[in-house]
C-alpha cells in the first residue's frame, strides 16, 4: 500500500525535545555516572521493577484489556492498570486504544494505520509520535472507542493523564531518592533509564515486531511471532497470533510461550478479579496454520511445470486434516459435556472418551503427514 500523504508534517517539538533529551540522558548519563561513582543495588531493583509494573499495565490494561476487551476486570485491578499506565508515559489509555484499533482495522496501510510498518522502521518505532500529518485522518475524537467513553475510571484518567503522568513520574523517583537518600541514582535509574527502556520496547511491538520473526497464523499483514519480543515485553512479541485473533487474552498461546499477562490475568480470574477472559479455540488455531501453510506452498510452487499436481495433492491433504479436526472437536465436545452434565451412564460417558481420543490419534497422524508434504514446499 503506498498511498503517499500529500500535506506537509507538522513536528511535534514537544515530543522531539522530550524523547530526545531522555534517550540522550539514558545513554550517556546513566553509564556515566555508574562509572564515576557505582549504583546501589536498591535503585536497580526499583529501576526494573517499576519498568516491569508499568510495562505489564500497557499490556494487561492498555492492549489487552482496553483496546481489545480480551477478559473483564474488576474496578481496584482497572485502578492499578490506569496508574501504571500514567507511570508508563505513553499518553491515556483512551488515546493509546483508539490508536491501537485503527492500527489493528487498517494494518500496513499508509495512511490509516497509525504506525504503518509499511513506512519502514524510524516511521513505526517513533517517528509517527515526532510529527503531525495533519490531514484529519488522525483526529482524535475517538469515535471508534465509545465504550471506553463510558468507562469513568478510563475517563477519569483521561481527564487528568498530564497531571497525573508528569506527576507520577517526577514524584516517585523524587521520594524514592530522599528515602533511600540516593538522589541522583533513582532519578537517573528509576526515572530517566527506567522510562526510556520501557518506552522503546513498547515502541518495538510496533516497528520490530512487524519486521523480525515468522508468522505461522497469517501471512495477510506484516505482523510476526518473535520470542526475543516477548520475552522483552511481557508476552507482547507473539504478534503475529495476535493480529490474526487480537480478541484472545493471550498472545503467546501455547502454555510454554513466555506470556507473563497472560498468566497474570489467567491467575486472578482464579480469585474473581478477572473474568469473561475470551480465547480461541484450539480447531480454529490448527485451521490458521494450516491454512497460511497451504497458501506459503501455493505461492511457492506457482512457477513449477507440475504445480497444479502438487496443489492437489496439497489441498486433498489439506481437506482431510480439516476434517479430521472438525471430527475431534465435535467428540472433544460431546465427550466434555457429557462428564459435565453427568447425565449419561458412566460407559456412555466412555465411549465417547475413547471416541474423542481415537479421533485424535486420527488427526495427530494426519497432521504429521500434511506437515511432511506441505513443508517440503512450503
Ligand atoms: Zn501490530
Ligand atoms: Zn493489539
New binding site residues.
Given amino acids: 500500500m503506498s498511498e503517499q500523504t500529500n500535506s506537509k508534517p507538522e513536528f511535534i517539538w514537544i515530543n522531539i525535545i522530550f524523547f530526545g533529551l531522555s534517550f540522550i540522558a539514558a545513554i550517556i548519563l546513566v553509564p556515566w555516572y555508574g562509572f564515576e561513582y557505582g549504583y546501589h543495588f536498591s535503585s536497580w531493583a526499583w529501576g526494573i521493577g517499576l519498568w516491569l509494573f508499568s510495562s505489564t499495565s500497557i499490556s494487561m490494561g492498555y ?1 489487552r484489556l482496553w ?2 476487551k480480551a477478559y473483564e476486570a474488576h474496578p481496584v485491578l482497572k485502578v492499578i492498570l490506569a496508574f501504571g499506565g500514567c507511570l508508563a508515559l505513553q499518553n491515556s489509555a483512551l488515546h493509546w486504544s483508539s490508536d ?1 484499533r485503527k ?2 482495522k487498517d494494518v500496513d496501510h499508509d495512511v490509516l494505520d497509525p504506525y504503518s510498518a509499511s513506512r519502514g522502521f524510524w516511521h513505526s518505532h517513533i517517528g509517527w509520535l515526532l510529527k503531525r500529518e495533519d490531514n484529519g485522518r488522525y483526529d482524535q475524537d475517538y469515535k471508534n472507542s465509545p465504550d471506553l467513553q463510558r468507562d469513568p475510571i478510563v475517563m477519569f484518567q483521561h481527564k487528568y493523564y498530564w497531571l497525573l503522568s508528569v506527576g507520577v513520574n517526577v514524584a516517585i523517583p523524587l521520594l524514592l531518592g530522599l528515602a533511600y537518600g540516593l538522589f541522583w541514582e533513582m532519578l537517573l535509574v528509576a526515572g530517566v533509564w527506567r522510562l526510556v527502556w520501557s518506552h522503546h520496547l513498547t515502541f518495538f511491538i510496533n516497528s520490530l515486531a512487524h519486521i523480525w520473526g515468522t508468522r505461522p497464523y497469517t501471512e495477510e499483514n506484516s505482523a510476526r511471532d518473535n520470542i526475543v519480543l516477548a520475552v522483552l515485553t511481557g508476552g507482547e512479541g507473539y504478534h503475529n497470533y ?1 493480529h490474526k485473533f ?1 480478541y484472545d487474552y493471550r498472545n503467546g498461546v501455547r502454555w510454554w510461550h513466555f506470556d507473563p499477562s497472560k498468566w497474570w490475568i489467567k491467575a486472578l480470574s482464579w480469585i474473581g478479579i478477572t473474568k469473561n477472559l475470551k480465547a480461541v479455540s484450539v480447531e480454529k488455531i490448527e485451521k490458521a496454520k494450516a491454512e497460511t501453510l497451504l497458501l506459503k506452498a501455493k505461492e511457492k510452487t506457482a512457477h513449477l511445470a507440475n504445480a497444479e499436481e502438487i496443489m492437489q495433492k496439497l489441498h486433498d491433504e489439506y481437506e482431510q486434516l480439516v476434517s479430521k479436526l472438525s471430527e475431534v472437536y465435535a467428540a472433544q465436545k460431546q465427550w466434555l459435556e457429557a462428564k459435565k452434565n453427568k447425565l449419561l451412564e458412566s460407559y456412555e460417558q466412555l465411549n465417547l472418551r475413547q471416541e474423542y481420543e481415537q479421533l485424535k490419534k486420527n488427526f495427530e497422524l494426519q497432521k504429521a503427514s500434511w506437515l511432511q508434504l506441505a513443508k517440503q514446499y512450503a
Fill in positions: 492492549h483496546s481489545h491501537h492500527h489493528h495476535h487480537q
